[in-house]
């Protein structure tokens, strides 16, 4: 079974698929940290602003996998666990920008079907209901207004040891926010079947508990 939770930044998505993943005994999958990770590569290779269809053969190289561990994927760029260099500003923006480009969409498609294809799962990102696991049994779309989004961001960094002014984490979402939603493809939109849950009033475990009461 494939449970699918999308949303926009801030809305507490990974917090809640994480927890929902072990509740219901599930392999939770961080598309946004695929993303983050070939931001992180093309950073590191210089090929930022490099022509799509360069990209394309950058990115048959990059060496990059999801790997199945203690009931998560694990994103590994060279064999590394890149979690720690992939949560910051810079590569956020980087990434929502290198994501509307369709060789990256298009690499990606298979390595995150090929996890849905292990066993029960639940995907996090912005498309996985509507465009990587459109027959996905349960599909939730996770919303809150954005001054308590750039809150719960704003907690997350401080938690970090990263102190980003809050007016500036506003923008950033809104920046980002905005191209994932106006892009043309696979752009930020709850699938037609999914259920819309705005968060603002609800704590962590009340968002888990109305998920899993729903799957189910
Ligand atoms: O979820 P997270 O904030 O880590 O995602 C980083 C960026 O990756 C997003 O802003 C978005 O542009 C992109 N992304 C995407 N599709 C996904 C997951 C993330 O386009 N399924």
Do not use: C
Not at 65 to 84: H, I, M, N
Not at 100 to 109: K, N, Q, Y
Not at 116 to 145: C, H, I
């Amino acid at each position: 079974m494939v449970v699918t939770v999308d949303g926009p930044a801030g809305t507490g998505k990974s917090s809640a698929s994480r927890l929902l993943a072990r509740e219901l005994g599930f392999a939770y999958l961080d598309t946004g940290a695929l993303y983050r990770a070939i931001a992180l590569a093309a950073r590191r290779d210089g090929v930022e602003e490099a022509a799509e269809s360069e990209l394309a053969a950058w990115l048959a190289k990059v060496p990059l996998e999801a790997k199945p561990t203690d009931g998560r994927f694990l994103v590994l760029l060279d064999g590394q666990d890149v979690e720690p260099f992939i949560r910051n500003e810079a590569i956020s923006q980087l990434a929502s920008r290198l994501s509307a480009l369709a060789p990256v969409r298009e690499h990606l498609l298979g390595l995150q079907r090929s996890a849905g294809e292990r066993g029960d799962l639940v995907a996090e990102g912005r498309d996985m209901g509507t465009v990587v696991f459109p027959r996905a049994e349960a599909k939730f779309f996770l919303t809150a207004s954005e001054q308590e989004r750039a809150r719960r961001r704003w907690l997350q960094l401080g938690q970090s040891g990263q102190h980003v002014d809050p007016a500036e984490i506003l923008a950033d979402l809104r920046r980002r926010d905005q191209r994932d939603s106006g892009r043309s493809l696979s752009p930020l939109r709850p699938a037609g079947d999914a259920t819309v849950l705005d968060t603002t009033p609800l704590s962590l475990s009340q968002v888990v508990a109305t998920m899993a009461r729903q799957v189910r």
